[in-house]
Nanobody, 132 residues
Framework: QLQLVESGGGLVQPGRSLGLSCVAS????????MGWFRQAPGKEREFVGL????????KYTDSVKGRFTIFRDNAKNTLYLQMTFLKPEDTAVYYC?????????????????????????WGKGTLVTVSS
């Protein structure tokens, strides 16, 4: 059973940057694809980004491409999300999640996760508020 704990959220002004972290414990971190999702007030949870177990493949939702970067340090069992040029519409609770590809190709798996958040383990989230 993988446990995930996010940190790094807070209040940030529009246009500024913020980094989130997610520390995993209780399992083999490297075997899991890791993702970031977010849920804004009054809205459904949405996919933000995904990274493969080895870190060589990534996928992002269109609204964050070029602004957000997902990366991981498998030696530290930690997932990161570097967010730049933040906008008020980025305000949300950000969740990290872990999932196993179960032999699927990266293309198939990442599209599945992006569309239905099909992940196995979830953190409790960290709030990011973008406001002046």
């Amino acid at each position: 059973q993988l446990q995930l704990v996010e940190s790094g959220g807070g209040l940030v002004q529009p246009g500024r940057s913020l980094g989130l972290s997610c520390v995993a414990s209780g399992g083999s971190f490297r075997q899991y694809a890791m993702g970031w999702f977010r849920q804004a007030p009054g809205k459904e949870r949405e996919f933000v980004g995904l990274i493969s177990g080895g870190g060589g493949n990534t996928k992002y939702t269109d609204s964050v491409k070029g602004r957000f970067t997902i990366f991981r340090d498998n030696a530290k069992n930690t997932l990161y999300l570097q967010m730049t040029f933040l906008k008020p519409e980025d305000t949300a609770v950000y969740y990290c999640a872990a999932g196993e590809t179960n032999g699927r190709t990266w293309y198939s798996y990442s599209n599945r996760v992006a569309s239905n958040a099909d992940m196995d383990f979830w953190g409790k989230g960290t709030l990011v508020t973008v406001s002046s």
